[in-house]
């Protein structure tokens, strides 16, 4: 006997539907699960800078997220709820973020906030697609400073026993880090802050010591030039300065390390930076005149 297409195509659904509600009704009891106002709300309540707003798409999501958790944990087939966490977007975010600004723990003398959208779609068969959009919108009062977007994509693997979230998280995010990075309008609005943090720190009699993580970053940082990964060397380079950008010889050497990988902005960002910090330093000159090189491979987009 043959089947023909769409009676196999009914056979798969019910199969899979059949083979899911078995795994429900063998593991239901006695599991643990996420509250999801718990989760947004402890999200909300976050210490990090800028301060996150969520949107009602991003609560939708978190709210999916945790409802396919709590499915996965009272079903013991596949064991894919790790792939479901809503912690994923949550600590992503404050991954970026802590990366990208500066953490001090303290109140700020701006209003910038980041309003945060996160779209999840979740694939429900082995070839269907997962993803997640980002868009975080930069507000400071009722300015829009700007908008930076992230998006990643999967395709559920077989047999679906994760739909490849993580997957589609972690592309969403280094597209949305890497549009952060290049953001002119955030650029040029924390240059003005920037210049006003240096003149205080020019003005102090005693320069403080750089914190430990710092120097832990700088060990990183070493190593990764000693194996030629000037790329990770640059990432290092950011981390220790959101945590520390008072710090001159950093300012200067991720500009050098940045003209090495041929992204001029940001070494012009960098050298701007340490000659705030430094004005008069004996290579003031020089930097200065680095910029105006860099300036002008950046307009012919090097």
């Not at 199969?15 to 999200?43: E, H, R, W």
């Not at 800078?49 to 709590?70: F, M």
Request: hydrophobic share 40%; with cysteine; glycine share 6%.
């Amino acid at each position: 006997m043959r089947f023909n297409s769409s009676i196999k195509v009914e056979f798969y659904r019910i199969f899979v539907l059949a083979f899911f509600l078995i795994g429900i009704s063998l593991s239901v009891s006695g599991c643990a699960t996420l509250n999801p106002d718990t989760v947004i709300n402890n999200f909300e309540k976050t210490k990090i800078y800028p301060p996150i707003r969520l949107t009602e798409n991003t609560e939708l999501s978190l709210k999916k997220l945790t409802s396919h958790v709590n499915m996965c944990d009272n079903f013991s087939f596949g064991g894919g709820a790790d792939d479901f966490q809503p912690s994923i977007i949550t600590e992503g975010i404050r991954h970026v973020l802590s990366r990208r600004f500066v953490q001090s723990g303290e109140e700020t003398e701006n209003n910038l906030v980041m309003l945060l959208d996160a779209r999840v779609k979740l694939g429900m068969f082995s070839g269907t697609t997962t993803s997640l959009d980002l868009t975080g919108t930069f507000i400071d009062g009722s300015q829009t400073i700007d908008v930076i977007n992230g998006h990643g994509q999967a395709i559920v693997p077989w047999p679906a026993s994760n739909v490849g979230f993580q997957k589609a998280a972690e592309a969403a995010f280094v597209q949305f880090d890497g549009n952060l990075k290049r953001s002119e309008r955030l650029k040029n609005y924390f240059d003005v802050i920037f210049e006003q943090k240096a003149k205080a720190w020019r003005a102090m009699p005693q320069k403080p010591p750089l914190p430990e993580e710092v120097h832990r970053l700088i060990v990183l940082k070493d190593d990764a030039i000693q194996n030629n990964d000037f790329s990770k060397a640059a990432d290092y380079y950011e981390q220790a300065l959101a945590i520390d950008p008072m710090w001159p010889a950093g300012q200067y050497n991720a500009a050098m390390i940045y003209s090495e990988l041929g992204s001029y902005p940001m070494a012009v960002t960098h050298m701007k930076h340490y000659l705030a910090l430094e004005p008069a330093a004996a290579n003031a000159r020089a930097s200065q005149d680095k910029i105006y090189i860099w300036e002008e491979k950046a307009k012919g987009g090097q």
